[in-house]
């Protein structure tokens, strides 16, 4: 079990964190992205109403036509809590989060360039590790069932 355990802040990540027996603490810097007045919008609506804000959106990853986080923003966000580990802390971390924020910390682990942010799925209860600290991550990809 991991030494550190985290959530983002919304309820059902706490109550996954909970499900799964972890008790984790809420972070407020692992909240999903801020998406500003769209806010509670799916993509499809927010398109319709503000298909060249969306445009921008999704091309320029400094761009918030939407009042709330850049994309950049947001992965520096999520990238920044992941940098708080101290070098040389060998404590293991766990954290329960929404796909976007899993995504915007792998786009930030291994370096990527902010594109990338949306051709990586996140599948709900799924499980990624990132291995390293400070400024130099690693993804490790278990093999089915867990076993490396």
Not at 49 to 54: F, K, S
Not at 55 to 63: E, F, Q, T
Not at 114 to 133: E, K
Request: proline content about 9%.
């Amino acid at each position: 079990m991991a030494e550190l355990r985290y959530c983002s802040p919304s309820p059902r990540s706490r109550a996954t964190g909970d499900a799964l027996g972890f008790a984790p603490l809420a972070q407020p810097a692992l909240r999903d992205c801020d998406m500003g007045r769209r806010r509670g919008l799916t993509l499809g609506e927010v398109t319709v109403r503000e298909p060249a804000a969306v445009d921008a959106w999704l091309s320029d990853p400094r761009s918030a036509p939407h009042g709330g986080e850049s994309l950049h923003a947001f992965i520096s966000r999520v990238g920044g809590r992941l940098d708080t580990r101290p070098v040389g802390d060998s404590a293991r971390v766990l954290a329960v989060a929404e796909p976007a924020v899993v995504r915007a910390a792998l786009a930030y682990g291994l370096k990527a360039p902010p594109s990338t942010y949306w051709n990586i799925d996140v599948r709900p209860l799924s499980t990624v590790t990132l291995t390293g600290h400070g400024g130099r991550w690693n993804l490790r990809l278990d093999a089915p069932g867990g076993t490396p």
